[in-house]
């Protein structure tokens, strides 16, 4: 038991990370604009869905470049996320920002059953397993015992995404405006702040999180419909236990 305490505590870390991608991106949306997006888990699984899709196709017609996947993960995430954030804001919650919370809950639940569709539409119900990059990196020796560097890697994002939260919230001018937005939106737009724009690029960082937690643990699963679902869950318990927004 002692011997492999070392290996439990590098999953549970792995597993935090992974969690935190997820869940930052919801309880920023919802910090800032008081939308509890259900739909989140949907964006996490387009994130997976596209980079699975998309090393899939490269591995295929370019074999000789292993290496060039990694890219896909960013690129996949920026791609999805920016699409999807202006389809749902513009066109649905837009229109739904000054009623009630409960509105917005049913709208974005809406908008994930219609997305669990449209991605069986688009990628099919077969699994993709997109191992390469994970592969990649190999192994690491960590007490003796053999971990997978990709996973490790994941931890690391998470810290960065964390410290990017903390400087951007603490140490500039656009965090302590956003910390206005936050507490009080009608004296910020009193004030001049241009509130909704703080809305559309509150709402698409927090789907870009989304995305880049689908399209990061990817190579680590198996990528099936309805593993929105299980992300969501998990997503929300975060939240309401770290405090929602």
Not at 29 to 36: S, T
Not at 199 to 215: D, E, M
Request: glycine content about 8%; overall charge neutral; hydrophobic content about 55%.
């Amino acid at each position: 038991m002692i011997s492999s305490l070392p290996f439990i505590v590098l999953d549970s870390l792995v597993y935090a990370a992974w969690l935190f991608l997820v869940a930052s991106g919801l309880t920023l949306i919802y910090g800032v604009m008081k939308v509890l997006n259900v739909a989140h888990g949907s964006l996490y699984a387009f994130g997976a869905y596209t980079n699975a899709w998309l090393i899939g196709w490269f591995i295929n017609n370019y074999p000789d470049n292993d290496y060039l996947t990694f890219l896909f993960i960013p690129l996949s995430a920026l791609i999805i996320g920016i699409i999807l954030s202006l389809f749902i804001e513009r066109i649905f919650l837009r229109k739904v920002y000054m009623r009630d919370e409960m509105v917005t809950v049913l709208v974005t639940y809406g908008l994930f059953l219609i997305f669990e569709d449209v991605m069986k539409l688009i990628f099919g119900t077969s699994s993709y397993l997109p191992y390469q990059p994970r592969m990649l990196l190999g192994n690491i020796n960590v007490l003796d015992i053999p971990y997978v560097i990709y996973d490790l890697a994941i931890i690391v994002v998470a810290v960065l995404v964390w410290g990017l939260f903390y400087f951007t919230i603490k140490l500039t001018k656009i965090g302590k405006l956003l910390l206005t937005v936050i507490n009080d939106r009608e004296i910020s737009s009193a004030l001049g702040i241009n509130v909704n724009k703080f809305f559309v690029f509150t709402f698409a960082f927090g789907c870009l999180l989304g995305c880049l937690g689908g399209a990061i643990s990817a190579p680590m699963i198996s990528v099936v419909p309805g593993i929105g679902v299980e992300v969501i869950v998990l997503a929300f318990a975060v939240v309401v236990t770290g405090g929602l927004g």
